[in-house]
């Protein structure tokens, strides 16, 4: 088994964020170390996931709550990429071409996050950045079986209970009213 | 599952499996004649218990199989404003799956009020519109929805009934069946605005049982709901209501991925069949024979199929020699807006649609300025991915801002989806597109439209009634709607409208095509004016009655009657 996934969250992580990550989700850490056994990226190659892992991070920041580095978006991409979004692969590539003119070649992930979200911002009509919000999106908000949402980090943001069934009252102002 | 060959006569081709394809089926076949169900989509889950999946990806982006709605891809349809322009590609699409619409709808199942069969004596047309009355009264229909309404299961109010021209509700010879769904904190913050307002609020009517019912088990609040197919039967489906009775009898077969291209016609001008593609098996082309058409395909898919059943004898179209087919096209137009309250709401849960607000129902021309009315419904459902990708209200579409609202929004979000009575409009068509085709390489549906003048003062109305209401039900912030008028989608009527004269209609008060005497058209396209929208349930009621005059009449050998 190559190391690779691992070293790729490993080295996703900048030293602070790492640490802080470690003290606030040991179990998340952990498990991402686990996932090394899903093995290597799929579709992407590693700079692709890089650049790609660097948006979704910009698209859906981490902030005083996990973002989409720690929900795995970046594996919930590379699988969509060979599954339902198999038609955006060239918009993809492309895509990825135009941020690498963009930032001179550079890694976006080597620049400062002012200067990533400028790029980004500069990209943010084009069907390239849009397509890559929208899956940022859905990798945050889709079953963690797709890859994302790692531990229903997404879902505990927005307080989704993914509960198969419901009783009355579900909120708080049917609970003080009561029924019809 | 009886099945029947191509090629042995049975009484009834009915063309469509959803709200009136599923009720033809059902008392056609129960009265012993023998029917095969014509319909393109897949089985999903017919037959099984619950198989319905509720992993919002996987509904977003299903394989062929589970789909549950047609594929605008393959079943390509074009879009324009008006005919001064070139249509685009459109994404219109509809239920395309055994049970058609009714397995994915959100199951809003309200009478139309007896004036919304005659408003054009009530309350005068207007110009530039087709407004025009019903051959048919409530009174006629009232029986039917009783009978639609206790067959198929429907929820509701316990109903206050009033007959003078301020009612709200129908008046109904016998109450819902089953008790309403659960209040909601959309329906409790609904109550507190009407008291404020003096606004008359009522649970929704819905065909979605709250109880054991019929063989079926009640709602269990999954909250996968509107877009999803119900997992536990609770959504009152032609699949699971209807269709399963027609199979029973041993007189009915459901024949999927069975595209129908053209209604066959001889050489006296009585339908012969139906040509389908088999889509199960290379798209071979199949001729199902039979004494009877039926067709039930939907208020946009109808009218093209009739237009794309062009023959010598009728070059125009089937059933064309009006030249209203595919005209007067209504599609579900409205207006409404979103309110953040303090705590959370927690919409989600439960299904989709909750209080409803009748006070607006009635026509009031004079005060408003515009004619017809509106029922509000208060809802905020949404699945992760859709509230994600729609996003929050006054807030970037990504980043660290998108972030911090997105959280602050979920849960705590109410909105107003509210319809008008969008009026019929000879101009708003579905017909024909002369150069885009289907996957099938027929041509693809080409719809036009743009509401008339009245219909924008409609919507900003109710834009601007939600936005009191919500106020008043305590919104510490409130987002009105931009008006967006319709490009199609669910909710089409009134393309092969029903009338006495031929002239002007295209089928009569039976739904027999005025110039087909053994084709029959019941569904959304039947209809002459709009109603208040919610057409699903008079689309039930029209073909019970459908049914019922069949029925008699092809006992007696012969359904032209």
Known sequence: ?180 | MKTFKPSEEVDFVIVGSGAAGGVMAKQLATAGFSVVVMEQGAWGAYGHEQDYNKDELINRFPSPEDRLLSDPKTQRNTFRRNANEKAVPGSHDYGCVVGGGTVTYGASSWRHLPYEFEEARRFGTMAGTGIADWPVSYAEIEPYYSQAEWEIGISGPSVEVRTDAGALIAPMSKPYPVRPLPLKSSGALMMKAAAKLNLKVTPNVAAIITEPYNGRSGCINCGACSGYGCQVKARSSSAVALLPVAVATGNCEIRVHSYVREINVDASGKATGVTYFNKANNNEEVFQKAKCVVLSANGTETPRLLLLSKSNRFQQGLANSSGLVGKYLMTGNGGGASGLFADPLNEYKGAVTGAAVLSYVPNDVKTRGFYGGGRMTARGQMSPIQYGLAGPHGAPSWGAGYKKALIEQANRRLTMVNFISQLPVETNTVDLDPDAKDAWGLPAMRITTTSHQNDFKAMQFFIDRSVEILKAAGATQVWPDQINDSKGGAHARGTARMGNDPKSSVVNKYHRAHDVPNLFVVDGSSFVTGGRNHPTMTISALAYRCADHLVKAAKTGNVTI
């Open chain 1, 1 to 180: 088994m190559t190391d690779s996934r691992r070293n790729f969250l490993l080295k996703s992580f900048s030293a602070s964020s790492a640490a802080w990550l470690a003290a606030n989700w040991p179990a998340e850490v952990a498990a991402a170390e686990k996932a090394q056994a899903m093995g290597a990226f799929t579709y992407f190659t590693r700079e692709q996931a890089g650049e790609v892992d660097a948006m979704t991070a910009q698209i859906y920041p981490t902030t005083d709550t996990p973002g989409a580095r720690e929900a795995q978006v970046i594996y919930f991409i590379d699988t969509a990429l060979v599954t339902f979004a198999q038609d955006k692969q060239d918009i993809y590539a492309k895509g990825l071409e135009e941020l690498s003119r963009q930032t001179n070649g550079r890694p976006l992930a080597t620049l400062s996050a002012d200067q990533q979200i400028q790029v980004l911002t500069a990209m943010e009509k084009t069907p390239f950045f849009r397509t890559v919000r929208d899956h940022t999106v859905m990798g945050m908000f889709a079953a963690p079986q797709h890859g994302g949402n790692y531990k229903k980090v997404g879902w505990q943001q927005i307080g989704f209970d993914d509960s198969l069934n419901f009783r009355a009252p579900f909120g708080a102002y049917d609970k003080a009213e009561g029924s019809w």
